[in-house]
């Protein structure tokens, strides 16, 4: 899915150049290359005269040879990983006493409340270019997932399922039983006082029903139990199919995340924004779970405060599929309120653009009249070239004007 290397294929290490050379052809090289970094890069690598770059991870040892700006980019994403890591790994043994600083507001720092809240969904496309994974082939891989998943478990509940067949008998059964043991009762009270020995068997035949009542009863709760329990299986299968579907994306936005953040927002924020990055992942969570997540004794802040800190600072590697004003994060492909922001910016481009026209429309108009009626001599060309400088010149008064104002 990445068209660049990132860290070791092997086991998620950090890469680092051990040595270079520029490459004549070599086809166990170029093989490797083509493994790691895609048929295009990798061929070109061996086959070509260019320099070439050898990577060792540190952790296990693995080689691999590319290209020095693939070999360059690597390097620099391995040193923004353990950096990472490192944060995570000092996050997790303070999350369950989390200090989040008492930050100043945004505006008292001179910021407009809106300077970073939308930057993310301004910027996106020039950011989504550098996550380096194409985010509409990830997600149309995880949609394929979840109907292979829906489609096993609508099997599973049709009527024609065995299971289900199965399940449909005895819950008739437990109803033919039910139907029968209460005529023997209704019996049973109509033989009043004597009729022993008649009365003996009915009681029989109603105790014999109630424990094959039982029996049928033990066996449909057993199948519903089943069908349930298959049911959470796929579920988490599903989940854990589209979690790992999604790891690299994840994991590249959270470095590229941590790293905006550290070039972007105020020093004062970065612990706590950190302490957000790391609890995110590939689904939405509002202001209630990552409270939950950072804060679980909801000891440092309440709610609305955490919702209000992460609320100023945007970044572009934090995607929001929140409804309305609430706001639900994740590491993933845009959500809807980018969508819909950058709609409302694209239909206010449109009808700014629109009306400049309909105006230009209405200055020509006129000035054409005047025009005819004052040089009615002169040849329609010069006429016209008459009309376009004085609309010209009415449109720049116009643009200086609303400049001023
Ligand atoms: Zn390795």
Known sequence: MANTIDLCPQCRGRLVPIGERTGGFSAKKAVIGTVVAGGAVGLAAGATGKQLVTLQCVKCGYIIETDAKTAKEATEFGEAFEQYCELQEQLRRQRCKLEIPHVKLVHQYGYGMNEFKYAGYVNRAKDREKIGIDIDAVEKEVAAARQKYDKKIQLLNTPDASEQRELSELRKKQQNLTKEKSQCEAELAALGFFKFAQKKAVQEKIASLSNELASVTEKKDQLDRIIQQQQEKWQAEERAEIIQIRSELVERCRVLAYEWMKENLPEEYHQFLSAVYSVLDDEGKDSEELHQLLDPETESMTTLQLSQRIGYFSNPYVSDCGQGFSFSLYFGADGARDRSMLQ??????????????????????????????????????????????IVDSMIQTDTELENHS
């Open 344 to 389: 409302r910016l694209a239909q206010k481009e449109e009808r700014e653009k629109a009306e400049k026209a309909a105006k230009i429309e209405r200055y020509r108009k006129a000035t054409e009249k005047l025009i005819k009626e004052r040089y009615p001599e002169e040849s329609a060309s010069e006429r016209e070239a008459r009309v376009q400088r």
